[in-house]
């Protein structure tokens, strides 16, 4: 991806900021440029969201792309946030057989990739199993 | 939208066509329909073209004037349409909706892809473009592995095994015994299929399409200008196309594509006509829980069913509804931009009675085509 692709998106890639609509509240990650719901009378801005949610679906990755082959095997899945919007993420921190449908996951910071041996050096979301609640 | 008539169908062999180019591939499937058609290249008044990725797969865009110079049609109008996987479809409908217009009496939608000239890896890149590529293909997410999320919720909610996964590819590869045009004539077990080579839990090799150069041709036209050519044609008489979240976690339903719901209503309502009275289907089978979830979604079995039909045969030939006789994506082959022609291509073979030794009993078919991970989905509906 290039330098201006990536620093494009850095504030979701980095901290999870995604789009609330002041009209219908609607909460969007990734985030979205326009209301679908509201349409023209929608106002997006800025949601923090706080990275904590659970796996609805998931699959281990064998025939990864280019990049990802020294990683391989590792756990892909759409988790959906506490606040509601569901994302594609890496899993980590996790065993291939530990994962499950509902496993509660929160947000870490950790390098998605890089550019070749010279270029920029991609970080980003993953997401982990979440410590059991005391 | 007023019938519009199927008066030629070409198709080249599917398969890892070394010896064929791009070029070769769509002029040789143009060639056959015009001669099907029994009609001369001047007669034609427009060409629609679906293709993914000239531009990947062979470094080359601007398809449109390429193929019109190369089938000797200049200075016919030439109109390349993209929509992943679903491009074929699409073409069928833009050649419909010209026709309906009455801008043109005969129009060509083609559909053709050439995957193998470049190495494996690149077409899995390219085949992860018809994913969301900022927020899935980036962060590692493949195309296998979208189709696997979809496999492991659907066997969440519903139950569904992996034994009638494999059951697809099963039925798909016996039904491609019988097409000569098919790039497997291989019969495989479920225990082949769930002891190939994990690609993305659960899917396996064996659950997933293969690469493939092809191409394909249909001739439509007019009713009135039709009967020049031909005595008896098969309409398409409903077309439906639905757009939806190119990214599989904005959906509503991980197991529904609702975009194949909205576009199969579209299509039954214009041609007055029920799920139930479709008795053929080429569903979009690009890995077996995309069939599983195809037959559920155009309303032939209920939600969550579409695996215990499945394991019972209804979709077998002679069963309830004979899906992918042509061995669908799956056994036939899946040249992206080529499927949803082929597909069409299929279905009026059947309704001619022209489907040698896997020809069912039929008077209405669909044809059911879709992009990436269900960003679009085409329907077609043809009788006879």
């Known amino acids: 991806m290039s330098i201006p692709r990536f620093w494009r998106n850095i504030k979701s890639r980095y901290d999870l900021i995604g789009k609330q609509c002041k009209s219908c509240k609607s909460i969007y990650f990734p985030p979205r440029n326009f209301c679908p719901k509201c349409r023209r009378i929608g106002e997006l801005e800025d949601y923090k969201l706080k990275g904590k949610g659970e796996v609805v679906t998931y699959t281990i990755i064998r025939t990864p792309p280019d990049g990802f082959d020294m990683v391989s095997p590792y756990i892909m899945g759409i988790v959906e946030l506490e606040e509601g919007p569901m994302l594609t993420t890496q899993i980590v921190d ?41 | 939208m007023n019938r519009v008539a199927v008066i030629g169908l070409g198709l080249t062999k599917f398969g890892e066509m070394w010896d064929s180019s791009f070029t070769r591939l769509f002029v040789e499937a143009g060639a056959a329909a015009v001669e099907d058609a029994g009609m001369d290249g001047k007669d034609i008044g427009a060409i ?30 030439s109109t390349r349409v993209e929509a992943a996987c679903a491009s074929g479809g699409l073409a ?68 569904t095994t992996r034994e009638q996964l494999a059951m697809v590819s099963v039925k798909n590869h016996r039904n491609a015994m019988d097409n000569p045009y098919a790039q497997y004539h291989t019969e495989i077990t479920v225990e082949q299929v769930i002891n190939s080579p994990l690609v993305a839990d659960p899917l396996r090799l064996l659950d997933c399409s293969p690469i493939t150069d092809g191409a394909a041709c249909v001739i439509l036209a007019s009713e009135k200008k039709a009967k020049d050519f031909v005595d008896n044609p098969v309409y398409i008489t409903g077309s439906g196309q639905a757009s939806s979240t190119i990214s599989l976690h904005s959906r509503e339903k991980i197991t529904t594509v609702d975009a194949t719901v909205n576009a199969a209503e579209e299509a039954y309502k214009r041609a007055k006509k029920d799920a139930k009275d479709i008795q053929v289907a080429e569903v979009h089978d690009a890995f077996t829980i995309g069939e599983i ?62 489907a040698g030794k896997r020809q069912v009993d039929a008077d209405i078919g669909l044809t059911h085509n879709v992009g990436g991970s269900g960003g679009t989905a085409v329907v077609h509906i043809l009788e006879k």
């Open chain 2, 92 to 159: 069928v409908r833009q050649a419909i909706m010209a026709i309906n217009s009455g801008m043109h009496d005969i129009v060509v939608a083609g559909g053709v892809e050439k995957m193998t000239d470049v190495l494996t890896e690149k077409t899995t890149q390219t085949l992860a473009t018809a994913s969301d590529t900022e927020w899935e293909a980036f962060l590692g997410m493949t195309f296998p592995g979208l189709y696997a999320m979809m496999a492991r919720r659907h066997m969440y909610e519903y139950g």
């Open chain 1, 94 to 134: 996790a065993d291939v057989n530990e994962i499950y449908i509902g496993m509660p996951v929160e947000r870490v910071f950790r390098k998605i990739g890089e550019d070749g041996d010279a270029g920029l050096i991609y970080y980003g979301y993953k997401f982990r199993p979440a410590p059991k609640e005391e």
């Open chain 2, 48 to 77: 629609y073209i679906g293709n993914m990725s000239g531009g990947r797969f062979i470094d080359q865009e601007h398809i449109s004037s390429l193929i019109a110079d190369r089938a000797g049609l200049n200075p016919i109008s």
């Open chain 2, 293 to 354: 979830v195809a037959i559920e979604g155009l309303g032939f079995f209920e939600k969550g069913k579409g695996g215990i039909a499945t394991e019972e045969g209804l979709t077998e030939r002679g069963g309830k509804i004979p899906v992918n006789t042509s061995g669908g994506l799956k056994a036939k082959g899946h040249p992206v931009g080529a499927t949803g022609v082929a597909q069409v291509v299929e279905i009026a073979l059947q309704l001619r009675g022209e």
